[in-house]
């Protein structure tokens, strides 16, 4: 359990760190705004990996569950980070109309963009999810 939690704790150092380096090259993005956006995507989803490695010890989950709790936390934020970055480097209007600013891919962009976005979501649900299953009220006796 303790290395899990470092573990945990390191990727989300890790994103952190991808997301301030994003911050620097921002601007070189086809669409800046949403290079700010991915910006923001490392630094917040970095900080919800570091928040859950400092509670990973109090979620209560049998070995396959905790398992896809990892997992599923670790795609979702890296993915999320990563689809963001792509749809700044591509320029992708696909589920963020308000970034988007104007801006639009190739079709096969636009569909991975949307593909990825759709991941990321399905993947982060599943995983907060899981920890608030064995977050819940231990019943003793």
Request: proline share 3%.
């Amino acid at each position: 359990m303790q290395e899990t939690k470092r573990r945990i704790i390191w990727h989300g150092i890790f994103l952190f760190f991808l997301g301030l380096i994003t911050g620097f090259v921002e601007t070189q993005f086809s669409n800046p705004r949403m290079g700010l956006a991915a910006h923001l995507e490392g630094l917040m989803n970095g900080t919800f990996l570091i928040a859950l490695g400092a509670i990973w010890t109090e979620i209560r989950l049998s070995l396959a569950p905790e398992a896809a709790a990892f997992w599923t936390a670790l795609i979702g934020a890296y993915g999320n980070w990563a689809t963001t970055t792509m749809a700044a480097t591509f320029g992708t209007a696909a589920l963020s109309p308000i970034t988007a600013a104007g801006h639009a891919g190739q079709p096969w962009q636009e569909l991975i963009v949307t593909l990825g976005f759709g991941l990321v979501g399905l993947t982060t649900v599943a995983a907060s999810v899981l920890v608030l299953w064995g977050l819940r009220r231990v019943q003793t006796r």
